[in-house]
């Protein structure tokens, strides 16, 4: 009869790895039903099923391990057979040695064979964390595949879902002091908003709708660090300079970034992911849960790692906001504790507070979008300021208008239409503008003036009353 462990044997030095190696010779008899799946974080993180028959293990190494949604095959590779010593083997494989990284048990117990073929296999699972019935079957020589057989795990288990897109605040106000229990304070850090998607021991970056995880690699150990723990998580990506803050020139490098760039400046400047926020967790739909119940459920299961973290809050508005001051951030995100979470969608349940100067300003005339079919929506507010000539040009706000603030204002604005601009001095060539009598204001944040007297990075807050 052939050596079932002949090749396990070939592939190792008793010498040099603590896994057990046992002698030729007999081969112990059991019952067939004892299982075990580990958790192996070698070159790729896989989890390693094995099944007890004839005397041996055999192995099926699963990349993305056990499905739990019946519409989803997962890739099983056949390996070779191994002790049945292995069940309880849990330890650390030396580098450089066949398999080498670390093995951990991720469940044990009991299994009954439902059919035993060369190139089929039904077995039923009987344990803590691996129920239900898988058929693995063979696609070709090595390579199998592993189906789920029975419906999910849980009446209420969803898959993880695609083309999340993360929740936007609204430009509003702080709320008053005596509110601040019904808020939570996190930083803006400015930043690319994202969504990372944790599944099957790996870890998927989405910006704007698009997979971006090759360009930031450092976010990959996410996905080992979790291991099979499934989740969804938003946050925002930043790059730090050397006094730990945010540089939007840093991230603006990143994103820009050649495919031939990314390894080195993941290096020299890697990317952070602030997260705050989850969408997802182990099957459950998470979006309907108040914010604080979601900040609790990461805190448990998220650990801090090189490259992320957990955005921290901060009780109290007014403090929240010295402190975004302090480290030279832009303002802070006030989000409702009772909030839930609604992909796409901005709402006054999360306000973007600045810290930024504010000015009054009147609406001058307005530009139309871009890709308008309709000139008279608006894509852009001209601006006015008072000075001692009168009425002078201040730049165009686009920045903070919801979708809200543009319908409202192209009733009122079509009502106040003249032909030429109502400045003092002409303003500089605007193709498109359409001008007003100034009789409307608003109030806008903006970074600082520029040399040719107009507003930098002017963001529009609110409409304020006339006078």
């Not at 998927?204 to 996905?223: F, H, I, K, N, W």
């Not at 002078?392 to 686009?398: E, H, L, N, P």
Request: charged fraction near 25%; proline fraction near 10%.
């Amino acid at each position: 009869m052939a050596d079932k462990l002949a090749k396990y044997r070939g592939k190792r030095d008793p010498e040099r790895t603590p896994e057990p190696v046992p002698g030729a010779g007999p081969l112990p008899e059991g019952n067939d039903d004892t299982f075990v799946i580990q958790e192996h974080h070698a070159r790729r993180l896989h989890w390693d099923v094995r099944l007890e028959r004839g005397g041996v293990l055999v192995s099926w190494a699963v990349p993305k391990g056990l499905p739990l949604d019946p519409k989803t095959n997962h890739l099983a590779v056949h390996t070779e057979d191994h002790p049945l010593e292995y069940a309880s083997f849990e330890g650390s494989i030396p580098h450089g040695e066949y398999g080498g990284g670390k093995v951990v048990i991720w469940d044990r117990g009991r299994y009954v064979t439902e059919k035993w073929t060369p190139r089929e296999v039904k077995v039923v699972f009987d344990g803590s964390r691996a129920s239900g019935r898988y058929v693995f079957f063979q696609i070709r020589e090595g390579d199998w595949m592993v189906h789920r057989m029975d419906p999910p795990p849980r009446p209420d288990w969803q898959p993880v879902p695609v083309g999340i897109k993360p929740m936007r605040p609204t430009v509003g106000q702080l709320p008053p002091a005596d509110q601040d229990a019904a808020w939570g304070f996190e930083m803006d850090w400015g930043g690319e908003p994202a969504i990372v998607v944790v599944d099957g021991g790996r870890a998927r970056v989405e910006v704007s709708g698009a997979d971006q995880t090759t360009r930031y690699p450092e976010l990959r150990a996410l996905g080992a660090t979790l291991g099979s723990q499934v989740c969804v998580l938003g946050g925002t990506l930043v790059v730090l300079d050397p006094h730990g803050r945010p540089s939007a020139a840093r991230l603006k490098e990143r994103r820009e970034a050649s495919a031939r760039q990314i390894q080195r400046r993941s290096g020299i400047a890697p990317v952070t992911f602030l997260v705050t926020d989850l969408i997802h967790l182990d099957g459950q739909d998470t979006t309907p849960l108040p914010y604080e119940e979601r900040r609790r459920l990461l805190e448990e299961f998220l650990p801090a790692g090189p490259n992320w973290h957990m955005s921290p809050t901060i009780a109290g508005g007014p403090d929240a906001l010295a402190a975004s001051r302090d480290l030279g951030l832009r303002g802070i995100v006030a989000k409702r504790l009772d909030s839930t979470y609604r992909p796409g969608r901005r709402t006054d349940d999360w306000l973007s507070i600045s810290n930024l100067p504010t000015l009054r300003v009147a609406i001058a005339g307005w530009l139309p979008p871009a890709a308008a079919e309709d000139d008279h929506q608006i894509g852009g507010l001209i601006l006015g300021v008072d000075n001692a000539d009168g009425l002078a040009y201040a730049g165009v706000v686009r920045t903070g208008l919801t979708a809200a603030d543009r319908s409202e204002l192209a009733g009122q604005l079509r009502r106040l239409v003249r032909k030429t601009p109502p400045f003092s001095t002409p303003p500089p060539d605007l193709a498109d503008a359409h001008w007003v009598r100034p009789t409307l204001a608003g109030e806008v944040s903006y970074r600082d003036w520029g040399a040719d007297g107009r507003l930098r990075r002017p963001t529009w807050l609110r409409r304020l009353p006339a006078g």
